[in-house]
């Protein structure tokens, strides 16, 4: 690698070498570059106490993902001004001030960028042209954060860490990042490990300020990120930013701002102060900072202090403190659904639709090979509307897969589209069973009645259906042993189901949530023994009238909801 002023922490082979060098050249989406408004940084900075009161060029403050500079720039003026605030003197400014600050950046273009911006923001500060230059070039740096060397801890770290997604980042290279953290888990996104490497960069009493995707604080691929900081760290505060304008550029994202201590073994913190949505301007944003730190809380800043948030992996819930405790009510009361004897699954993936999926009555395959399948598009007005299309299946009843000499029509079939289907990932790794589809299909589920819910809603859209098709990929799915699914389809749509999903789910654009099975899980519902009869009659009647109002009522009187919690659950 050829990245100016930085070595790579141990021997790299020669193909992560390159992948590394071709991301570093990648564009700005490949790299997951967004750039964050001015008065975010502010924000952030003075979150993590990066203020010029201090004496500033005695820390250190740590930018991994310096882009053009967006967080430097504030971060040097700050440094600057306490430098001289506290009696230094401009001339001595190369050499006082080069250990204070450290930042990377992997991209070529943006290192000169962000270099050339920070010589102009130090010689506007009255640093002579040779040390802003020297200082330019000693703080910011060319190299990938994740794999240069990092000599010593730091008091700051802050910026806005990349989010790229693994299929972006070359398959060397991704291997290599596996093998060095411990947190790149599952689909767990770039952002992830630089979280894990920058924290284990703090001094005792060191902070943390990110601003990212919040995706992490819940879903599955943050756990080990999540187990990290409980073990080790706090979490200070967190302020929601969903459908705020963070960015400088538009993006599809659910924006946090994180700060995490790395405290002192005696002042272990449990407490984090948490806002929500502020408004983004410098008078607000400096107001809402000098809240959030007070050594005294002001109700009425509209910050709020939340107990015992970090619980190992478990998913942050940082919601109002009333609904959360609607919600650890219910929890200590009542079962799962999947306790309740209700089985929460996901529909079909095959690796190629275009292939396994298509008209039923076009599917030239035996009978017992096509099954009809019911897609998102197939849910209309809280009932399915089928569209005709099957999906091809190939396990027998007990799971098999089958054998193609019994069904010469499957065979052909497969045969004509053997290409494509032996070059999907499943069909490479299992070269003797490569035309079964990602998941197994178990035909039974087609006949069985069920519930079915879409991915992405702004609330639970809970369609009850018969048995009659087999689930795509793009539908979850409820079957019950005990409960009645037209009165369960009730409790569902009641609000209920939006109350826990919202809780443990991350929000997206627009106020749609996800709807997937983890989070379905976390459903609370009563043992059907426990549900008195007219309740029953009246969940299934408001149900399969299509009743919201009259599936309210029963569904509150069954949970034994207060008035107040009643308006909790109908404004989640």
Not at 314 to 335: F, G, S
Request: charged share 20%.
């Amino acid at each position: 690698m050829n990245f100016e002023n930085v070595g790579i922490t141990g021997n790299l082979s020669d193909d992560v070498s390159e992948a590394a060098r071709q991301f570093s050249n990648a564009g700005t989406d490949e790299r997951g570059a967004v750039f964050t408004r001015r008065e975010v940084v502010d924000f952030i900075l003075d979150l993590v106490g990066y203020t010029q009161d201090r004496q500033l060029w005695s820390l250190r403050l740590l930018e991994p993902a310096a882009g053009h500079a967006d967080f430097l720039l504030p971060a040097i003026g700050r440094l600057v001004r306490s430098f001289v605030g506290h009696g230094g003197s401009l001339a001595e400014a190369a050499n006082s001030l080069a250990s204070a600050v450290l930042a990377f950046e992997v991209h070529p273009d943006s290192l000169a960028t962000g270099r050339a911006a920070v010589i102009a923001e130090l010689v506007g500060l009255g640093i002579s042209k040779p040390a802003a230059h020297t200082l330019a070039k000693r703080w910011l740096v060319g190299g990938d954060f994740l794999l240069a060397p990092l000599e010593g801890n730091f008091d700051f770290v802050v910026g806005n860490p990349p989010y790229v997604r693994q299929e972006l980042i070359p398959a060397p290279l991704l291997t290599e990042y596996r093998a060095r953290f411990r947190t790149l888990y599952d689909r767990a996104d770039l952002y992830v490990p630089f979280f894990e490497r920058c924290l284990g960069s703090l001094t005792q009493g060191g902070r943390l300020g990110f601003i990212c995707t919040d995706r992490w604080t819940k879903n599955k691929y943050g756990g080990p990120l999540r187990a990290m900081i409980a073990d080790d760290f706090a979490l200070t505060h967190f302020v929601d930013l969903v459908d705020t304008p963070a960015f400088l550029t538009d993006v599809m994202t659910y924006p946090a701002i994180t700060v995490i201590e790395r405290p002192t073994p005696k002042a272990k913190r449990s407490f984090t102060r948490v806002a929500y949505k502020p408004a983004i301007e410098v008078a607000a944003l400096a107001s809402l900072a000098r809240a959030m730190t007070a050594a005294k809380l002001n109700k009425a800043s509209g910050v709020v202090s939340m107990q015992g948030v970090v619980n190992g992996a478990e998913p942050w819930i940082l919601h109002e403190p009333d609904r959360l405790a609607l919600v650890r009510r219910l929890e200590a009361a009542l079962p799962t659904l999947e306790g309740a004897g209700c089985k929460v699954g996901i529909g079909v993936a095959t690796g190629n639709d275009g292939v396994y999926i298509g008209s039923m009555a076009a599917l030239d395959v035996e009978q017992s090979r096509k099954l009809p399948l019911v897609r998102t598009q197939d849910l209309r007005s809280g009932s399915v509307k089928w569209h005709g299309m099957g999906v091809l299946n190939p396990f027998e009843a007990d799971g098999r897969m089958v054998d193609l000499e019994r069904y010469p029509l499957f065979a052909a079939y497969l045969k004509k589209h053997a290409k494509a289907i032996k070059a999907r990932n499943v069909a490479k790794k299992n070269p003797a069973r490569w035309f079964r589809t990602i998941d197994r299909i178990n035909p039974d589920l087609a006949s069985t009645p069920k519930l079915l819910i879409p991915d992405i809603k702004g609330d639970a859209h809970v369609v009850y259906e018969h048995g009659e098709f087999y689930p795509h990929h793009n539908l979850y799915y409820i079957t019950a042993r005990d409960w009645d699914l037209r009165a369960l389809q009730a409790v569902l749509l009641s609000g209920i189901a939006r109350l826990f999903v919202a809780t443990y789910s991350t929000s997206m654009r627009g106020g749609f949530l996800r709807f997937q099975a983890q989070y379905l899980r976390r459903i609370r519902v009563p043992s059907w023994n426990d549900v008195p009869r007219h309740l029953r009659k009246s969940l299934r009647a408001a149900a399969i009238s299509g009743d919201y109002e009259a599936a309210n009522r029963a569904t509150f009187e069954l949970y034994g909801l207060s008035e107040a919690e009643r308006a909790l659950v109908t404004s989640a």
